[in-house]
């Protein structure tokens, strides 16, 4: 009997977690400079009455805000600026309501869209979405352009190339970037006038003092 009880306990547990909402954001994992990238926000709404929630959306750094092209909300945290979607939308019952936006990445690399935050309107439950990770790739063209290097434009930029990036690896290639490259066979010091140029000062110091002096004692 008992038995049972936990299993009919365990059910019942299992159907009042289904009877959640659920946030999904979704998107592209890769996209390329340049492209317009779209992201969705689907809301469920498992109940059997309408749901009014307020949708807060976190806006990436370093994106161009293509529709809507500006943020609804800033926030100043320690004098950074966050800026965010806003909507107020009602769900309907046993139905699933999808919001869009659209932006398009500034810059080569990896962005983060932060959790989507989702607030019943009737009691304040608070709902997220898991953050997204977003792969911005070059637009390969054969030319190793600016803010392109080997590490986030392989196609067009070799490691051999004066891009920014030192691998130090064995790898065939003489890394310009590097100080020493184990394929250029010696050490490189690039930076060798800067290296010599205190004692070079000093020596100057020296030698004008010395001339100070001598002139000084010739006349007395």
Same mark, same amino acid.
């Given at each position: 009997?008992?038995?049972?009880?936990?299993?009919?306990?365990?059910?019942?547990?299992?159907?009042?977690?289904?009877?959640?909402?659920?946030?999904?954001?979704?998107?592209?994992?890769?996209?390329?400079?340049?492209?317009?990238?779209?992201?969705?926000?689907?809301?469920?709404?498992?109940?059997?009455?309408?749901?009014?929630?307020?949708?807060? +959306?976190?806006?990436?750094?370093?994106?161009?805000?293509?529709?809507?092209?500006?943020?609804?909300?800033?926030?100043?945290?320690?004098?950074?600026?966050?800026?965010?979607?806003?909507?107020?939308?009602?769900?309907?019952?046993?139905?699933?309501?999808?919001?869009?936006?659209?932006?398009?990445?500034?810059?080569?690399?990896?962005?983060?869209?932060?959790?989507?935050?989702?607030?019943?309107?009737?009691?304040?439950?608070?709902?997220?979405?898991?953050?997204?990770?977003?792969?911005?790739?070059?637009?390969?063209?054969?030319?190793?352009?600016?803010? +392109?290097?080997?590490?986030?434009?392989?196609?067009?930029?070799?490691?051999?190339?004066?891009?920014?990036?030192?691998?130090?690896?064995?790898?065939?290639?003489?890394?310009?970037?590097?100080?020493?490259?184990?394929?250029?066979?010696?050490?490189? +010091?690039?930076?060798?006038?800067?290296?010599?140029?205190?004692?070079?000062?000093?020596?100057?110091?020296?030698?004008?003092?010395?001339?100070?002096?001598?002139?000084?004692?010739?006349?007395?």
């Amino acid at each position: 009997m008992k038995i049972i009880l936990l299993i009919m306990f365990l059910l019942l547990l299992g159907l009042a977690n289904a009877q959640q909402i659920l946030v999904i954001k979704e998107t592209k994992n890769e996209i390329q400079l340049d492209d317009i990238l779209e992201i969705k926000i689907n809301i469920n709404n498992p109940y059997n009455k309408d749901l009014k929630v307020e949708v807060l +959306e976190a806006l990436p750094k370093g994106v161009t805000l293509i529709d809507p092209s500006k943020p609804d909300k800033i926030e100043f945290h320690d004098a950074l600026e966050e800026s965010f979607f806003r909507w107020e939308v009602n769900i309907p019952a046993n139905k699933i309501t999808t919001l869009k936006y659209k932006i398009k990445p500034d810059n080569l690399g990896e962005y983060t869209l932060p959790k989507t935050k989702v607030t019943s309107l009737a009691n304040n439950e608070v709902y997220l979405s898991d953050p997204l990770t977003i792969n911005v790739l070059c637009n390969p063209n054969n030319i190793c352009e600016e803010n +392109e290097n080997s590490l986030n434009c392989a196609a067009d930029c070799s490691t051999g190339l004066k891009d920014g990036i030192c691998d130090y690896k064995a790898d065939g290639k003489c890394d310009l970037d590097c100080d020493y490259d184990p394929d250029c066979g010696k050490v490189r +010091e690039p930076n060798i006038i800067n290296k010599y140029l205190v004692f070079y000062i000093i020596g100057i110091v020296f030698i004008l003092i010395f001339i100070f002096l001598l002139r000084k004692s010739r006349k007395s």
